[in-house]
Structures are given as structure tokens and as C-alpha cells.
């Protein structure tokens, strides 16, 4: 069954923490996006992938890393420079008009 | 800057109709969609509109005026698990395909 995969559902992190989150699709789709969203705010984009080995930086990149090595897999690093991390984070990947959105992580600071 | 606006909150009951409008402000326009997002679960698509006009997809419905920056999306025979919060969002980069969000707006949907 094709689709996009994201693990961890729940995640915490320590202050000083990176954390790394997952997200992988066997859509082979070549477009690849990650997007940060706040209690009751729309989704805001941190990085983007059109193809492997290449990304490009959203509204909000800063704190955050992303690498692109297989067409499969997109993964997103929060880093410890990144302040506010608490957040509902989605992975997505684009079909006909639209997006399909990976079941997402909660990330929380502890 | 670029920016979508919704209202934040529209309640119903059961069978009735509502809207959800959505205007926006963007450097350029390649299309406006709809997304369902549940509580606690991922955004799903519900449907696009590329140019003016009404698309209909059953329940919903979903039009679009280029020339006023404006689309509405269109909820009819409302059922309970409509219940959700409905995002706009807009691709304003051809080049590109990263969509811009709107905020969203809650549907509570009452017996």
C-alpha cells in the first residue's frame, strides 16, 4: 500500500537535545516537504525537496536541518539552536493537486 | 508578505449548509486547495481549483474568483464527523510546489 510513513508519533527532548524525525514514502514521488504546526495555527514550511541531494529553506528553517541522500527518505533534525520546539511536525509529498500528509510527530521539550 | 484569511470559527447543526471563505494575498497564484484536518490527526485533501469556477466533489464544493483573490469552500447535508478544522492553502510558486497556509477554521457541527 503506497503512502508516507512518519516515526516517531511522540517525541520528547531534553534542552540541548537534537532530535532526528523520520519520514519515508514509497509514492516515488520526487517532492518532498516538511511543515511545523502550532495549537489552533495553519501549517508553516521548514524545508522542502523537489529531488535527491538538493532542499531548499522555508519561512522557517532556522533550528532545523534536513538532508535528502535517497528519494525515499527526508529526514528532519531539530537542533538544540531551535528555541521552541514544541510542535505538531507533518511530512508531505504532493499527488495530482494536492498533498498527502504522513500521520505526523509530536515533538515535546521536557 | 503573503497571507491567506479564514474566519477562525463556524458552527452548524446537522443537514444544514455552510461556507468557508478564504481570501488571499500571495506574489503569485497557481492554485487554491482545501484540506480536513481532525483532531490529533494528519490534513487530508479535499479538493483543488485552479481556475474560476465550482468544482464538486458529493458533499462538497469548492469555487474559486481569481480576479478577487477569493475562494469558498462549500460543505452541504452536514453530518456530524464534519466536525474539523479546514485549511486554504495556495501554491503561489510555480516553480515550486510548497503550498501557503491559511490558519484554518473550525467547523463544530451540532445535533
Known amino acids: 500500500d503506497g503512502g508516507i510513513t512518519q516515526s516517531p508519533k511522540y517525541l520528547f527532548r531534553k534542552e540541548g537535545q537534537n532530535v532526528t524525525l523520520s519520514c519515508e514514502q514509497n509514492l516515488n514521488h520526487d517532492a518532498m516537504y516538511w511543515y511545523r504546526q502550532d495549537p489552533g495555527q495553519g501549517l508553516r514550511l521548514i524545508y522542502y525537496s523537489q529531488i535527491v541531494n538538493d532542499f531548499q529553506k522555508g519561512d522557517i528553517a532556522e533550528g532545523y536541518s534536513v538532508s535528502r541522500e535517497k528519494k525515499e527518505s527526508f529526514p528532519l533534525t531539530v537542533t538544540s539552536a531551535q528555541k521552541n520546539p514544541t510542535a505538531f511536525y507533518l511530512c508531505a509529498t504532493t499527488t495530482n493537486y494536492g498533498y498527502t500528509f504522513g500521520s505526523g510527530t509530536r515533538l515535546t521539550v521536557v | 508578505g503573503q497571507s491567506l484569511e479564514q474566519p477562525s470559527e463556524v458552527t452548524a447543526v446537522e443537514g444544514a449548509i455552510v461556507q468557508i471563505n478564504c481570501t488571499y494575498q500571495t506574489s503569485g497564484f497557481y492554485g487554491l486547495s482545501w484540506y480536513q484536518q481532525h483532531d490529533g490527526g494528519a490534513p487530508t485533501f479535499l479538493s483543488y481549483?485552479?481556475?474560476?469556477g465550482l468544482e464538486e466533489t458529493g458533499r462538497f464544493s469548492s469555487f474559486l474568483s481569481r480576479s478577487d483573490s477569493y475562494g469558498y469552500l462549500l460543505l452541504q447535508e452536514l453530518q456530524m464527523k464534519d466536525s474539523a478544522s479546514y485549511f486554504c492553502?495556495?501554491?503561489?510558486?510555480?516553480?515550486?510546489?510548497?503550498?501557503?497556509f491559511g490558519k484554518g477554521t473550525t467547523l463544530s457541527v451540532s445535533s
Open positions: 492553502a495556495v501554491r503561489a510558486n510555480q516553480a515550486g510546489t510548497a503550498l501557503i
Open positions: 481549483n485552479g481556475l474560476d
